[in-house]
């Protein structure tokens, strides 16, 4: 069943204050890319990253946004040697950048540092299960249906008109998040503003329905 619980969201600026380096990012600058070494740990100080996976034929599926406070990079921790992603600034960004050694010494000294490192590794887990069950089970209606309302649980704005989705997203971005086609998801999405579940435009999405899109997601 699906649950539109969200995970609280786990900060490291303060844990990881005045370790590595600054790095200034433009929107759309690649961070990383796959088979770059794996050996550093991203802060995101400010602004957003996208991780993204690619396959042999450009095909994108989004993973997941990198809000500030979070980090990216981890699975350096766990043996990742090459990445296996994509890691791009969706906005102006500042990110930190720490070497392996580095956090994990951060990690060692501070007694909040590992339980804060587990609860991590267990949500981002938990995110990937989720997709993974979307991709497989469910249809691009009910794919979309849940990504639009984990957008509203992290990003929503409570508005006249319903909860405004606070961050610009294109409809190829929404299709890179369910693992569609860009055509496919606008008539989905078009056909949610016919039923009055949402109203639209090129970068701003407004949910009046949060229910009608729980009822799409129900209905496999």
Known sequence: MFSTTT????????????????????????????????????????????????????????????DEGEIFGEMCLVGETLRRHLASAIEDSVVRSIEKKRFLSVMEDDTTGLPMLVHHFAARMKEFEETLEDLAFRDIQARLSR?????????GVETKEGILIGISVTHKELADMIGSARENTTLALNRFAREG???KSRYRIVIKSEDGLRKKISAL
Do not use: M
């Open 7 to 66: 995970n609280k969201k786990i900060s490291f600026t303060e844990l990881l204050a005045n370790c590595g380096d600054l790095l200034e990012l433009d929107r759309g600058e690649t961070i990383y890319h796959p088979g770059t070494p794996s050996s550093t740990i991203y802060l995101v100080e400010s602004g957003r990253v996208k991780l993204a996976y690619l396959d042999e034929s450009g095909k994108k599926l989004t993973l997941r946004i990198v």
């Open 147 to 155: 990504q639009l309302l984990k957008l509203s649980d992290d990003y």
């Open 197 to 199: 579940i949402l109203d």
